[in-house]
Every structure is written in C-alpha cells, then in structure tokens.
C-alpha cells in the first residue's frame, strides 16, 4: 500500500516523498482514511510506529479544503501532555504541510506568553498546546475555539497520568459540541476508556499491537549491578563499547544532575533535560544531542514520550522507572520506524520488584549480562520464583488441610467462627 492509495492529495504526497517515507505504517493505513471521512477516531499503536503523522495528514488534508482561519481562531487543536511532544507535533505539521496554504503554530509554558499571543493574532489553522498554557492563552482573550473543526488529544494515557484531568475537561467545555475528535495513545486504559464516553462518539478504534508491548526492533538487556557502581558501568559501557549517541534515564532531576556532572567530569559530553530546566535549555539540550555535539543526554520521564530522534540507537534506563508502562515508553525512543536499536538497563537489587513488574507486563524474560569487574555483591531476586517457593504445597483458595483432609482454622477465618467451629466438633465427639 502507498500513501497515494490513503486519499491524500498532491502537495502532502510531495511532502511525505520528500521525508523518504514510501509506505504507510500500519497504523497510518488504518486511522488515515478514518480520519478523512470525518468520523472520530481511538487510536492505540506502540510508540515510534508513526502515531503523529497517522492524524496530521488526514487534518492537514481537510483543512485545506476549508477557509482559512482569521482572528485568534484555531481549525484544528492539538492537545499534548509535554513541551518536547508539542515542537516534536507541532515540527510534523510544518513539514507535512509546507506546500499547503495553511498556518500553524505551537504553544506551550516556560517561554514567554507575549510571542504567542501575537502569532495567534491573526488565526491559525493547526494549534498543538500543552494544557495550561492554552487556557492561559483563552483567559486573555489570545485565542477562540467557535471555529475548532478537529480536536485531538495525543498520548491519551501520559495526560491523565502528570494529572491533566481536570485542564482537559475545562477545554473540552469550550469547544464546539459539532466537531471531530481524535484520541491517540499508547495504550488505552479503564481511565481512558472512562474519558473517552464523553469525548468521542462511535468511533473507529484502531489498534495495531498488543497494549504494552515492545517493539521487535528493540533489543533488550539486563545489566545487574550494585546501585553505588552504576555510574561506574555505565562509563565502561560507553566507552567499551563506543556509544556515540545515548539516551540515559533516571528517576529523578536531582539524580539527573547528578549523572550529568559525573559524565561530563568524566570526558564525556552531557547534559541534563528534565522539568527544572528553562525551555531554552531543554530544547538547546536536544540540538546538541542531535547534532552529536553532545553524546549523553540524560533525562527523566518527562521526555519519555516527547523525544522524536532519527535513527536513535541506544537507550540505558540508568533508574527502572516506578511505573513499568514508563518502561515501554522509554525504550520505544529507540528502535522507532523500523529501525534497530537497543535498551539496556543497570539493575540493583532494590530494583527486583520493579523488573518483575516490567517483565509481567511486556510478558518477556529479558536476559542478564555480568559485567566482569561488576559482579553485584547483592544480586537481584528473582521475585517470582520466590514468591512461589513461599507458598505451601497444601494451601488453596486460602485453606490449610490436616493430612487426614480435614479443614483446619486459619487466621482468615474470624476469632469468633473458629470458636463455634471448635465448640461443635467438641459436642460431636
């Protein structure tokens, strides 16, 4: 199948061919047309399968059937839970659409309000917002919604988890009850699910993997090792190696910080992003990340699912994340459009519990390395086999037999029944 074959019209096709993309990704063949024939749309696929582009052209294509957009009005809006994910969104529609008579832009905070507020001046056809700068924007009159055609909340899930709940419903307040309203996500969730009754009507859901799991292209490794040697593996690993290009996560921005220095006191190019830092920094950050000028960029989940760098090859979960759908997340910044990659991750011992939950939920043993000169003097637990091993041979559905077969009180049964119990066997005998 071709993009041709999708419905879309000359000047996106030029645009797509200029990107080198020849074939739609599955995603991309199943919402496109969806999405041109006006219906809403739920749409759930793996991260780097194509996602952004899979809603951006069929808007764009709409859109330029339509009348431009003229005083603070918006055509399309764009919902997006981080900065990183709105310039990488917002950078889509730019090239997507550069032979189309069409305006864009993208807002968000940390930068100064003023510049944006003159740019929507005159209108835009495709506005993609964080939330809270967007209804900072309306509160000051900067922006309208009466003429919003298109609604689209991208990465569903990742909102609802930095608590955006609430800034979503005040906006879906604000629009046109007439409109088309497209949902796109990694996964979709009870919450989702819940969020979604009152957003889109009859849709047509998509979904083309399997809710959390990995992509094929990523190659996954377990590197154990104590938790005070981390930094000192993750250098030998870098130069051993010879990782140009690495993506480091970490819990915390502290912890991020931290990293940063010790790499860079090191020999080695790095810098932090993370939500401490100004937009100015972060997005100077990413350049020299993708210029190569710098060789680690260490961040926190906060750019799990905004950073978009071609061709990506390694990813090192430095920290497990505490939410293991943060996991797949992460590791789906490498291994993107078909693209090999590999996600290692430095594993403690205080880590088991969080690796176990990882690997129940991807549903995959990833394997362990040693390095020698780092054998962890605590090991990781393999916490299902024990909790397994813990549990008696005779114990079902919360019953402990006598060997004769008898049921025998346990500390589930109250004080009180097993007192009656006790008093009838007496009478009995």
Known sequence: MSFASLGLSAPLLKAVAEQQYTTPSPIQQQAIPAVLSGQDVMAAAQTGTGKTAGFTLPILERLSQGAPAKGNQVRALVLTPTRELAAQVAESVSVY????????????GGVKINPQMMKLRG??????????????????????????????????????????????????????????????????????????????HDPVEVSVTPSNSTATTVAQLIYPVDKNRKSKLLLKLIEEQAWQQVLVFTKTKHGANRLTRTLDESGVSAAAIHGNKSQGARTKALAGFKSG?????????????????????????????????????????????????????LVCADESELLAGIERLTRQTIERRIVEGFEPVHPIKDVVKTRRKSRPKNRKAGRVEHKDGQRAPTAARPRQQRARSQSAGSQTS
């Open 97 to 108: 659409g550069k032979h189309l008579k069409l305006k864009s832009a993208v807002v968000f």
């Open 123 to 200: 209108g835009v056809d495709v506005l993609v917002a964080t939330p809270g700068r967007l209804l900072d924007l309306y509160q000051q009159n900067a922006v309208r919604f009466d003429r919003v055609e298109t609604f689209v909340l991208d990465e569903a899930d990742r909102m609802l988890d930095m608590g955006f709940i609430h800034d979503i419903r005040k906006i879906i307040q604000l629009l046109p009850a007439k409109r088309q309203n497209l949902m796109f996500s990694a996964t979709f969730s009870d919450p989702i699910r819940k969020l979604a009754k009152g957003l889109i």
């Open 293 to 345: 000028e710098i060789r680690v960029l260490v961040a926190t989940d906060i750019a799990a699912r905004g950073l978009d760098i071609d061709q990506l090859p390694q990813v090192v979960n430095f920290e497990l994340p505490n939410v293991a759908e943060d996991y797949v997340h992460r590791i789906g910044r490498t291994g993107r459009a078909g693209a090999s990659g590999q996600a290692v991750s």
